[in-house]
């Protein structure tokens, strides 16, 4: 007997028609399973607008100023997804990075991740500071994984550029059960490539605002002009 696929229904409002989609493709991917969660896409931005209308499974939010409380606050405040909190690494460490990591946590996320930089002492006191996995960023194959493993990294996030999938394989020979998110690209082969190379889930960039209203724009001042058309010949 051939086996029937279930259909999954879905209703969206009127006014919800034009979320940020995450690429169907990161569905091939397995998942990673955060405190009962299976989580596929997540998506990197900290646009309260992007966050309020999209369809990933969690927000990737971390930026390239020193966090801060009120960032994570806004944030937490109006997602309606998980959040991931950047609590710092770079400039911001020690016990700032582990304060962060706390309000992050009273606040909601439902993990903290960490920058490349971020010295093994920080990752071990925000490992002994909360109760969330620690996601720890790896940008070149030369990192030592497994003292950031040690240390209490729960999660990498590989964001290798143009080398991410060769970073995702190396890992994975070494650490076949450790959980990886990796940045897929923009098109569909590149993210089953990231896939295909080991990682879990992937971090999508979506259009920027700006980008979104642009056409948006494009497509008003053509409803105009066709507007304008048909009153001229009547």
Known sequence: MARIKNNIPGVISDLRKELVEVPSVIAECSGININGRKLKSFLFTTDIAIICNNDADAIFAVYSFTPHPGIIQAITSVASMPVIAGVGGGKTQGIRSANISLFAESLGAIAVVVNAPTPIETIRLIN????????????????????????????LNVSGGPRTNEIVRKIREKHPDVPIIATGGKTDEAILATIKAGANAISYTPPTTEEIFKKKMDIYRQEVEEIAEENQQK
């Open 128 to 155: 002994e500071t909360v109760d969330v996995p620690v996601i720890g960023t790896v940008v070149s194959d030369v990192t030592n994984i497994q003292a950031r493993l040690d240390a209490g990294v729960d999660i």
